[in-house]
Each structure stands twice: as C-alpha cells, then as structure tokens.
C-alpha cells in the first residue's frame, strides 16, 4: 500500500440476535437502538464526509471491509443503499473489498446486490459444526447452513475465508480436527482459526463463572492450536498470520493492520488510525445520528501517537505475522534499527528461543506462536 492509499472499515451494528460470547458493539435488530433506515442515512452521511476529506488529498480507497455485527441480516434494499454509498462516495481504486456474512442471513439477492456492487470476497462466519454447540453459543445457524453459506459465495465471488473458534465449551481437540476437515473438504482457500475469549458482561461469562459451562484447561487449548498447524501445513495452506492460514488468498485488509498503516473506520464506534492519531467514534447511537444531522464527524476520542508508541505498535502487530518485522521496513519508517530501539526486549527474548532474527526479519518463533500475547507485552512500555 503507498501513502496515497488507505484501508477503510465500515461498521454495521445489526444482528439477527446476539451470541452469547459476544461483546462486539452489535444489536439484535429486534430491540437495536435505532432502525437500520436512520442508522444507514447517518452513515452514507459519514461515508460522504471521509470520501470528499480523502479525495482532496488524492487518496485513494485500495481495501474496503464492511462487518459488524452481521451486514447481511440488514435487508437485500437496505444493504444494497450501503453498498451504493460506497461505490457513490469512497474513491475506490479496484479495491479488495469484503462484507461479513453469517450462514442463515444469505438470499439470493444479497448476493446480487453485492456482486453488482463490486464486492470481490465474503468472510464467512462458520465458528463450529457441531449443532449442539452453535446453540449453546447462540449461533443463529445450522451445519447444513455453513456448508450451503460457503458453496453459495464460493460460486459468486473470487475469494472466500472461513472463520473457526477453537476453546469452545465442551469442544475436544479431536472436534476442532472435524471441523476444519470439513471446512477443507468444502475448498475453503482461506480459513482462520480464533479461539474463543470470554469477556466480562457477556452471557457466557455469567455462565462460566457460575460453573454451568466448562472451558477447556491451556493444555487443551494449546494442542488445539498445535493441532491446526499439523493439520493445515501438510494441505497446502500457508500460515502467514497466527490466526490465519491461506492457499494464495491473503487478507489484504487485515495486513493493513498488522503493518500498521493508515485506515479508516466508519461507523457507530469504528476506530482509526489516521495521521498519527487514533480516532474513536461514538458508541452512542443518537450521538452518532445527531452528530451526522449536524454533518460532523462523531469521533469521540482522540489520541495522538507519539513516535514511540508508533515504533511500539509496528513491531507488535508486525510480529502477528509470519514473516515478522522487516528490520529494512522499520528503519525506513523511522530511520532506526528496532534491534537498537528494543534491544533488552530481543536479547531477552531470543535467549528464550520465542524470537529469532534471520533472513532481515524479527520474527515469533514456532516455540514463541502460542505465547505470542507474552512476547507483545514486552514491547509495551509502562
């Protein structure tokens, strides 16, 4: 991506009902605080804004994401006005551009929409196949419904991923192998394996601590990230980011990201980063609509990244990838060498064997992927 381009993230806050685990900012459209119809004018507004303030600097759009919350539990109209206000307003320059899909919310005639918008790649939510545990979870689908979600978009659009949650309750090694041999099966080329975090005020929270739900123990946790890795590598997939594995299909998008470039978030309490500052925007929904009413931005927060937090956050995110940091990269962006900068936290680090340093990369070793949230937390000053 050169200077004069930019990811954009576009938030829809809908879902046909919220799963248990989540705490994304989302509603179940039943008793969401504002219709989609007010929400979608206050963001084409938004929309609107970035699109005049990024042509003016000659920007150009080179990813787009649209998720949520669920983009298509919005109507096949509803989601075809969002769809229009991106190509309408957005400087695209032949972008990749994803929407997030739930098996369940797909007709025939969102897929139209989409593809005659110019979506080129879905990012299917899969979680798991085993009934019993999507509805324990929440999920709003069935087996049956995953395989037909992907067959559907395998055949209308270029790429396609597929995301799995590993450490689900009462889910054993010996499933999350079922499940990926299916999704394989299916000829998913790009498949990313999260495992589950319980977060606090979350239904599923309650009902861990109440013991009512069993979460399997680290071990378990950790043979099923092992587990992923010796079953994917041998078919062919490339591990090229900790959570993600690909046959030629990388996520553009999501490496803006972990290269930590600019972006831009639109939405009900979408973040960017922008100019070196991290920008935050309201939660409140009448905040956010009333803001848009009066044509302003509703960024709630802002914060300025100091040039070492930026050093900070390069080296983190870039170590969620494969091929790590590039030492060359780094010192063009900041004209130093990040051995220099961080070299306690390597010499540390390599001496644990959880970092290794070859070929102009600083990158997490294969001892050093499943403690990689404790090799970040060394490159964080206090």
Same mark, same amino acid.
């Given at each position: 991506?050169?200077?004069?381009?930019?990811?954009?993230?576009?938030?829809?806050?809908?879902?046909?009902?919220?799963?248990?685990?989540?705490?994304?900012?989302?509603?179940?459209?039943?008793?969401?605080?504002?219709?989609?119809?007010?929400?979608?004018?206050?963001?084409?507004?938004?929309?609107?804004?970035? *699109?005049?303030?990024?042509?003016?600097?000659?920007?150009?759009?080179?990813?787009?994401?649209?998720?949520?919350?669920?983009?298509?539990?919005?109507?096949?109209?509803?989601?075809?006005?969002?769809?229009?206000?991106?190509?309408?307003?957005?400087?695209?320059?032949?972008?990749?551009?994803?929407?997030?899909?739930?098996?369940?919310?797909?007709?025939?005639?969102?897929?139209?929409?989409?593809?005659?918008?110019?979506?080129?790649?879905?990012?299917?939510?899969?979680?798991?196949?085993?009934?019993?545990?999507?509805?324990?979870?929440?999920?709003?689908?069935?087996?049956?419904?995953?395989?037909?979600?992907?067959?559907?978009?395998?055949?209308?659009?270029?790429?396609?991923?597929?995301?799995?949650?590993?450490?689900?309750?009462?889910?054993?090694?010996?499933?999350?192998?079922?499940?990926?041999?299916?999704?394989?099966?299916?000829?998913?080329?790009?498949?990313?394996?999260?495992?589950?975090?319980?977060?606090?005020?979350?239904?599923?929270?309650?009902?861990?601590?109440?013991?009512?739900?069993?979460?399997?123990?680290?071990?378990?946790?950790?043979?099923?990230?092992?587990?992923?890795?010796?079953?994917?590598?041998?078919?062919?997939?490339?591990?090229?980011?900790?959570?993600?594995?690909?046959?030629?299909?990388?996520?553009?998008?999501?490496?803006?990201?972990?290269?930590?470039?600019?972006?831009? *978030?639109?939405?009900? *309490?979408?973040?960017?980063?922008?100019?070196?500052?991290?920008?935050?925007?309201?939660?409140?929904?009448?905040?956010?609509?009333?803001?848009?009413?009066?044509?302003?931005?509703?960024?709630?927060?802002?914060?300025?990244?100091?040039?070492?937090?930026?050093?900070?956050?390069?080296?983190?995110?870039?170590?969620?990838?494969?091929?790590?940091?590039?030492?060359?990269?780094?010192?063009?962006?900041?004209?130093?060498?990040?051995?220099?900068?961080?070299?306690?936290?390597?010499?540390?680090?390599?001496?644990?064997?959880?970092?290794?340093?070859?070929?102009?990369?600083?990158?997490?070793?294969?001892? *050093?992927?499943?403690?990689?949230?404790?090799?970040?937390?060394?490159?964080?000053?206090?």
């Amino acid at each position: 991506m050169t200077e004069k381009e930019i990811s954009v993230y576009i938030h829809i806050p809908y879902c046909p009902a919220k799963c248990l685990y989540c705490d994304f900012l989302s509603f179940p459209l039943c008793s969401a605080p504002a219709v989609p119809a007010a929400y979608i004018k206050a963001l084409t507004r938004e929309i609107f804004l970035w *699109g005049r303030k990024l042509e003016s600097l000659d920007i150009r759009v080179s990813t787009l994401y649209i998720g949520g919350g669920t983009p298509t539990a919005l109507s096949a109209s509803e989601l075809s006005e969002v769809l229009a206000a991106c190509r309408r307003y957005l400087p695209l320059a032949e972008p990749e551009w994803t929407v997030e899909v739930n098996p369940g919310t797909l007709t025939p005639e969102k897929i139209e929409e989409m593809v005659k918008a110019g979506v080129n790649r879905a990012s299917i939510g899969v979680q798991d196949l085993n009934e019993e545990r999507l509805v324990l979870l929440g999920r709003q689908h069935n087996p049956a419904q995953a395989e037909e979600a992907f067959l559907v978009c395998r055949d209308a659009f270029p790429a396609v991923s597929v995301d799995v949650m590993a450490a689900l309750p009462g889910q054993e090694p010996a499933d999350l192998q079922e499940t990926l041999a299916a999704v394989c099966g299916w000829g998913a080329r790009h498949i990313s394996v999260y495992g589950l975090a319980v977060a606090e005020g979350t239904p599923l929270f309650k009902l861990v601590k109440e013991d009512r739900v069993a979460l399997p123990d680290e071990e378990a946790q950790l043979e099923m990230f092992t587990l992923t890795r010796e079953y994917l590598l041998p078919r062919n997939y490339e591990h090229y980011e900790i959570a993600s594995y690909t046959k030629g299909q990388h996520c553009r998008h999501n490496l803006t990201y972990w290269k930590n470039l600019p972006y831009a *978030g639109i939405g009900l *309490g979408a973040h960017s980063y922008w100019q070196k500052m991290r920008l935050a925007n309201t939660r409140q929904m009448e905040v956010y609509l009333q803001s848009l009413a009066e044509d302003r931005l509703p960024v709630a927060e802002c914060h300025n990244v100091s040039r070492r937090e930026e050093m900070e956050d390069t080296i983190i995110l870039g170590l969620r990838l494969r091929d790590g940091v590039s030492l060359s990269d780094f010192a063009g962006r900041f004209k130093r060498d990040l051995r220099e900068v961080f070299a306690a936290e390597i010499k540390r680090l390599l001496e644990l064997q959880l970092l290794e340093c070859r070929d102009g990369f600083l990158r997490l070793t294969d001892k *050093g992927l499943p403690l990689a949230n404790t090799v970040f937390a060394e490159f964080i000053s206090c």
